[in-house]
Nanobody
Framework: QVQFVESGGGLVPSGGSLRLSCAAP????????VGWFRQAPGKAREGVAC????????YYPDSVKGRFTISRDNAKNMVYLHMNSLKHEDTGVYYC?????????????????WGQGTQVTVSS
C-alpha cells in the first residue's frame, strides 16, 4: 500500500518560513504529480501547490502565489514545500498527495495517495 509521509511542521511566528517534506517509502514520487493541501480548523481542505511529474510545471492558488514554492529532489525521492512570509491564516494541517496535475486547480478527486498530515501553526 502506498503511503505518503509528511514532516517539517511546527510553530512559526508570522512572517517566518518553514519547509515541509514529503516522502513515499517504496514508491517513486517522480512518477506522479505531487500536491500539497491544507485544512484549517472548521474549513474545507484546499490545494496550495502542485508539481507535475513530466515537466515539473507548478500550480499555486492566488492565496499562496509568490510565498510558497514546491520542488522535487528525485535523487532523494522527496518533494518539498517551501513556505515564506507565513501568515496566521496559513495555519492548518498540511497533507501531501500523489495524483494528476492540472493547470486549472487541484481537485482532490485527481489524487489517489495521501499522507496523514503535519500541523503548521503560525502565531499572530
Amino acid at each position: 500500500q502506498v503511503q505518503f509521509v509528511e514532516s517539517g511542521g511546527g510553530l512559526v511566528p508570522s512572517g517566518g518560513s518553514l519547509r515541509l517534506s514529503c516522502a513515499a517509502p517504496g514508491f517513486t514520487l517522480s512518477h506522479v504529480a505531487v500536491g500539497w493541501f491544507r485544512q484549517a480548523p472548521g474549513k474545507a481542505r484546499e490545494g496550495v501547490a502542485c508539481i507535475a511529474y513530466s515537466d515539473n510545471r507548478t500550480y499555486y492558488p492566488d492565496s499562496v502565489k509568490g510565498r510558497f514554492t514546491i520542488s522535487r529532489d528525485n535523487a532523494k525521492n522527496m518533494v518539498y514545500l517551501h513556505m515564506n512570509s507565513l501568515k496566521h491564516e496559513d495555519t492548518g494541517v498540511y497533507y501531501c498527495a500523489g495524483g494528476f496535475y492540472s493547470d486549472d486547480g487541484m481537485p482532490e478527486s485527481q489524487y489517489s495517495y495521501w499522507g496523514q498530515g503535519t500541523q503548521v501553526t503560525v502565531s499572530s
